[in-house]
């Protein structure tokens, strides 16, 4: 494995443990799921990378006050447990279908 790798399945895991049902791939979505998305990564130095991972929170459709209330729990008892650099409210299309979602971008400094 590599860092990344290690980097992935340790947030898929604290995000398991935060109460989440975590997939990596937007084919395999069941609503309410967690989507890890690839990471944008850059170099701080020879040692030391910074990685951003958008992680996307959906509900199932409608988006209404109980979706909108639901996905705020969750970002909440997730910033409890990672470094949430930003959230940003909107939707998520899986297969055609368009779901009310939350994106969190989380960033973690890892060692080569």
Request: aromatic share 2%.
């Amino acid at each position: 494995m590599t860092v990344l790798t290690d980097a992935l399945d340790d947030l898929a895991v604290i995000l398991t443990g935060a109460g989440e049902t975590v997939a990596s791939s937007a084919a395999s979505i069941r609503p309410p799921v967690a989507v890890i998305d690839p990471p944008d990564v850059s170099t701080i130095s020879a040692d030391l990378l910074r990685v951003d991972w958008r992680v996307t929170l959906t509900e199932q459709p409608p988006g209404s006050d109980r979706a909108l209330r639901r996905l705020l729990d969750r970002v909440s008892a997730i910033a409890e447990v990672l470094p949430i650099s930003s959230a940003t409210s909107g939707a998520y299309d899986a297969g055609g279908q368009s779901l009310p979602a939350y994106s969190l971008t989380i960033t973690q400094t890892l060692r080569r």
